[in-house]
């Protein structure tokens, strides 16, 4: 039997998962849910002339998602800080991948179709209440569908054309939903909130390197324009020069921070659970 990998004893793992921890999460769905409920009925009270536009249904998506989904990650090895749930843990007849996979199939794949599915499940009648509203209000000639309708999380579209970009929001999540994972793995305690306070510290030096010690670096009245360009005013030309990394280079570090980023601290996650095995 592979002893790395193995799907029928992953998918008894996952049974036994859920055994165990069913109630909780659908306590948790459950609040969650309530929590939504309230507030598209407080959105609903007090803006009942121009309520729920697909803005404020991105906004009420992803904040709840950022936050729920980062604040599960970050328990979802919250037993590896306890001597008596961390020796049960590791004891499990489960290699770490095996264990691995199924902490990221429930906190990850089920967690976000479960989540995208309480939203959806609220919003559409609530965007049929905030349309009935309108029309009683304003008439049905002033109703704008494109502005008004359910908001399409895969599509990202919240007006006229206009791209809120949500397909990288969603990856972005992806990623920082994955760093706190790791974070439960090497935190043993309030691993939430050091790891929210480790990314504050590290965005901190981050932009102190970009914006301090390599723009003091470059060479007279040259500065960064962008990720992967820089630039500079010309005086003699009266024309703004640009220095740019070539687009294949540019398009290759886009696809790696775009896609890649979950993949590297689920794999760091991994190799940090290995080590607690031994």
């Given at each position: 039997?592979n002893?790395?990998?193995?799907a029928?004893?992953w998918w008894?793992?996952v049974?036994?998962?859920w055994?165990?921890?069913?109630?909780r999460y659908?306590?948790?769905?459950t609040?969650?849910?309530?929590l939504?409920?309230?507030?598209?009925?407080l959105t609903?009270?007090?803006?009942?002339?121009?309520?729920?536009?697909?803005?404020?249904?991105f906004?009420?998506?992803?904040?709840?998602l950022?936050?729920?989904?980062c604040?599960?990650?970050?328990?979802?090895?919250?037993d590896l800080?306890?001597?008596?749930?961390a020796?049960?843990f590791?004891?499990?007849p489960?290699?770490?991948?095996e264990?691995?996979?199924?902490?990221v199939?429930?906190?990850?794949?089920?967690?976000?179709?479960?989540?995208?599915?309480?939203?959806?499940l609220?919003?559409?009648?609530?965007?049929?209440?905030?349309?009935?509203m309108?029309?009683?209000?304003?008439?049905?000639?002033l109703?704008?569908?494109e502005?008004?309708?359910?908001?399409?999380?895969f599509?990202?579209?919240v007006?006229?054309?206009e791209?809120?970009?949500?397909?990288?929001?969603?990856m972005?999540?992806?990623?920082?939903q994955?760093?706190f994972?790791l974070g439960s793995?090497?935190?043993?305690?309030?691993?939430?909130?050091?790891?929210?306070?480790s990314l504050l510290?590290l965005s901190?030096?981050?932009?102190?390197?970009?914006?301090?010690v390599?723009d003091n670096?470059?060479?007279n009245?040259?500065?960064?324009?962008?990720?992967?360009?820089?630039?500079?005013?010309?005086?003699?030309?009266?024309?703004?020069e640009?220095?740019r990394?070539?687009?294949w280079?540019?398009?290759l570090?886009?696809?790696?921070?775009?896609y890649?980023?979950?993949?590297?601290?689920?794999?760091?996650?991994?190799?940090?659970?290995k080590e607690?095995?031994?």
């Open positions: 039997m002893q790395l990998f193995n029928g004893r008894k793992l049974v036994l998962h055994a165990e921890n069913r109630r659908l306590l948790s769905l609040a969650i849910a309530g939504m409920l309230v507030w598209f009925c609903l009270s007090f803006n009942k002339y121009n309520t729920l536009v697909k803005g404020e249904q906004g009420i998506y992803f904040f709840g950022f936050f729920c989904g604040l599960y990650a970050s328990m979802l090895f919250a800080g306890k001597k008596r749930e020796t049960q590791l004891s499990v489960a290699s770490q991948l264990k691995l996979l199924c902490a199939f429930f906190g990850v794949v089920l967690f976000f179709i479960a989540y995208t599915c309480i939203f959806y609220l919003d559409i009648p609530m965007v049929g209440i905030a349309k009935d309108f029309v009683k209000l304003h008439g049905k000639d109703y704008d569908s502005r008004r309708g359910v908001f399409n999380i599509v990202g579209r007006g006229h054309g791209d809120k970009g949500t397909f990288y929001l969603l972005f999540f992806f990623a920082l994955a760093l994972g793995v090497y935190f043993a305690r309030y691993s939430f909130i050091k790891t929210v306070v510290m901190v030096l981050g932009i102190f390197l970009f914006c301090q390599m670096h470059l060479p009245d040259w500065h960064f324009s962008g990720p992967f360009s820089w630039s500079h005013y010309n005086e003699a030309s009266k024309q703004l640009t220095v990394n070539p687009l280079f540019s398009a570090l886009e696809w790696l921070a775009t890649s980023l979950p993949f590297l601290f689920w794999g760091i996650a991994y190799v940090r659970l607690k095995e031994v």
